[in-house]
């Protein structure tokens, strides 16, 4: 980038090449001058002649003197922009930083409280587990009962075996909970996750015949208890899932997806909105690192895959005039449900599913200004992730500006170098 030391170089090139075009200006004869007189020297036309080459000569240097100055303005201009963005962007970056730590003191205080609360999120998980059991005749209860015996941990059903999908999860608010739980319904809440396809086989064998064998897998452990079990269960493979392939977000304890908010016309995100779900379950620290075969978190795998994009409003009014940005669904905190682009729920709330994610406390656990904090975080990052791109931008035009001043000033020098054989030629041939 051209300094203040370049900008002066640039003035004195231009001040050097204008003074070494005035050599150039010759005296080319009027026209009332030579008007009606004949020519008795025989060299006559040869000198109108190089009088024409004269006067295209200066009329050349001017329009590349020109050429340079323009350049030379757009140079600045370019210069300006570029010094203005790396401000911006460095103000950015300390903003993050801000927040960052922000976000880091939260966190320490939550966990700090956390410490305090863990008999409250223990009765809570024991709560989600003895819902659990209510349906004794389905798969997640009979995980449940299996995992609290004495050799469960080597029980080879289990050993495979994440959990199951409302153990797995927690939030920071009982609405919260309500809501996500009954965003995915009863059957999924009870669906039974496995790490990797080996495991998720062991679940359950068939016969030659297609049928169920009920001597092998859960079938046979249900028939040992005496409780054989009633319908169909979901089974999740989490070495089958597509994982979320985006970046995390970074700094953050829980590993969040770096998703990108939605955004109106005017860039800003629409009112009301809180957040995406997939960031808004808590995960215990053992499943916040790899846990499939591709080295993927449960947030990135099976969290992912329930909620995708599932948008998060403080009203249904927010969520409804922010329809056109939500190409996943939504949810409200008043009970509000968009299930897809033209497929909203309606009429009178349907009955809540028992089986919820446990809940840490029965009020928030991080405070409304910690959700503040994050999303102001984002937003700087989006800005930051803008000045970078018109940074970015504004050097590709600057060095290409440069790059033609570059060019035009070689072909001025060039055309002096020319120009001035022409000035001492015409010098020998008129007296």
């Given at each position: 980038?051209?300094?203040?030391?370049?900008?002066?170089?640039?003035?004195?090139?231009?001040?050097?090449?204008?003074?070494?075009?005035?050599?150039?200006?010759?005296?080319?004869?009027?026209?009332?001058?030579?008007?009606?007189?004949?020519?008795?020297?025989?060299?006559?036309?040869?000198?109108?002649?190089?009088?024409?080459?004269?006067?295209?000569?200066?009329?050349?240097?001017?329009?590349?003197?020109?050429?340079?100055?323009?350049?030379?303005?757009?140079?600045?201009?370019?210069?300006?922009?570029?010094?203005?963005?790396?401000?911006?962007?460095?103000?950015?970056?300390?903003?993050?930083?801000?927040?960052?730590?922000?976000?880091?003191?939260?966190?320490?205080?939550?966990?700090?409280?956390?410490?305090?609360?863990?008999?409250?999120?223990?009765?809570?998980?024991?709560?989600?587990?003895?819902?659990?059991?209510?349906?004794?005749?389905?798969?997640?209860?009979?995980?449940?009962?299996?995992?609290?015996?004495?050799?469960?941990?080597?029980?080879?059903?289990?050993?495979?075996?994440?959990?199951?999908?409302?153990?797995?999860?927690?939030?920071?608010?009982?609405?919260?909970?309500?809501?996500?739980?009954?965003?995915?319904?009863?059957?999924?809440?009870?669906?039974?996750?496995?790490?990797?396809?080996?495991?998720?086989?062991?679940?359950?064998?068939?016969?030659?015949?297609?049928?169920?064998?009920?001597?092998?897998?859960?079938?046979?452990?249900?028939?040992?208890?005496?409780?054989?079990?009633?319908?169909?269960?979901?089974?999740?493979?989490?070495?089958?899932?597509?994982?979320?392939?985006?970046?995390?977000?970074?700094?953050?304890?829980?590993?969040?997806?770096?998703?990108?908010?939605?955004?109106?016309?005017?860039?800003?995100?629409?009112?009301?909105f809180v957040g995406y779900a997939v960031n808004m379950i808590l995960i215990d620290n053992d499943n916040l690192y790899s846990l499939s075969a591709s080295g993927h978190s449960l947030r990135e795998t099976l969290l992912y895959k329930l909620f995708s994009h599932l948008q998060v409003y403080k009203s249904r009014e927010d969520m409804l005039n922010a329809e056109p940005l939500i190409p996943d669904g939504a949810i409200s905190l008043d009970g509000g449900l968009?299930?897809?682009?033209?497929?909203?729920?309606?009429?009178?709330?349907?009955?809540?599913?028992?089986?919820?994610?446990?809940?840490?406390?029965?009020?928030?656990?991080?405070?409304?200004?910690?959700?503040?904090?994050?999303?102001?975080?984002?937003?700087?990052?989006?800005?930051?992730?803008?000045?970078?791109?018109?940074?970015?931008?504004?050097?590709?035009?600057?060095?290409?500006?440069?790059?033609?001043?570059?060019?035009?000033?070689?072909?001025?020098?060039?055309?002096?170098?020319?120009?001035?054989?022409?000035?001492?030629?015409?010098?020998?041939?008129?007296?």
């Open positions: 980038m051209f300094g203040g030391g370049d900008n002066r170089r640039m003035s004195t090139d231009n001040e050097q090449l204008h003074s070494n075009s005035r050599a150039l200006v010759v005296s080319v004869p009027s026209a009332n001058n030579s008007a009606g007189q004949s020519s008795p020297v025989p060299g006559d036309g040869m000198q109108n002649g190089m009088d024409q080459q004269a006067e295209s000569i200066v009329n050349k240097s001017k329009k590349l003197q020109d050429d340079l100055q323009e350049l030379g303005h757009k140079i600045k201009h370019h210069e300006d922009n570029v010094n203005f963005l790396k401000s911006q962007k460095n103000k950015l970056d300390t903003s993050i930083l801000d927040f960052q730590v922000a976000i880091g003191k939260h966190h320490t205080a939550s966990s700090s409280k956390e410490e305090n609360d863990d008999s409250a999120y223990l009765e809570s998980k024991e709560e989600t587990i003895q819902h659990i059991l209510k349906y004794k005749k389905s798969a997640a209860a009979l995980l449940c009962k299996m995992t609290s015996e004495a050799q469960a941990s080597d029980h080879f059903l289990i050993k495979d075996v994440v959990g199951i999908v409302a153990t797995l999860g927690k939030v920071d608010d009982a609405n919260l909970s309500r809501l996500l739980s009954k965003y995915l319904g009863l059957e999924t809440m009870l669906a039974v996750v496995c790490k990797s396809y080996e495991g998720f086989k062991s679940l359950e064998s068939y016969s030659r015949d297609g049928s169920i064998d009920k001597g092998l897998g859960i079938h046979a452990f249900a028939a040992s208890v005496g409780t054989p079990l009633d319908g169909p269960f979901t089974a999740i493979c989490l070495e089958k899932l597509r994982p979320y392939d985006g970046e995390l977000v970074a700094g953050d304890p829980q590993r969040r997806l770096n998703l990108i908010k939605p955004r109106l016309t005017n860039g800003e995100t629409p009112p009301g968009i299930r897809g682009p033209g497929v909203c729920s309606l009429g009178h709330n349907q009955e809540d599913v028992d089986v919820r994610f446990s809940c840490i406390s029965k009020k928030l656990n991080l405070s409304v200004s910690y959700y503040e904090i994050e999303n102001q975080l984002k937003e700087t990052k989006w800005k930051k992730d803008r000045a970078s791109e018109d940074l970015e931008r504004e050097q590709q035009l600057l060095d290409h500006v440069r790059f033609r001043y570059e060019t035009k000033k070689r072909e001025f020098v060039r055309f002096l170098a020319e120009s001035s054989s022409f000035a001492t030629q015409r010098a020998n041939v008129i007296p």
